[in-house]
């Protein structure tokens, strides 16, 4: 249960931060959480893709969440136009 409960902590604070960085907002709580399990999953493939993982805890968590959620709105932008 820890596990989905910081699944869920790091994933709303990564959809945020990837909000703010994307278009100067945040989506909502249940949208960046969304956002933010998506991009971890996305994050997570793309270290493990290029061999470089971030094991460095709920930070480095946090890090990888951040940056696949910034590619995931990127990519949803760019289908949107």
């Not at 990837?18 to 933010?36: E, P």
């Not at 971890?40 to 969440?65: E, Q, R, Y």
Request: hydrophobic content about 55%; aromatic content about 6%.
């Amino acid at each position: 249960m820890e596990g989905l409960v910081g699944s869920l902590i790091v994933g709303g604070i990564a959809g945020w931060l990837a909000g703010q960085i994307m278009k100067g907002k945040g989506q909502g709580v249940l949208l960046n959480i969304i956002i933010g399990i998506i991009g971890g999953v996305i994050g997570g493939w793309l270290f493990g893709l290029f061999g470089a993982g971030l094991d460095a805890g709920i930070i480095g968590s946090l890090i990888t969440a951040t940056i696949g959620a910034v590619i995931l709105l990127w990519i949803v932008g760019k289908v949107k136009n």
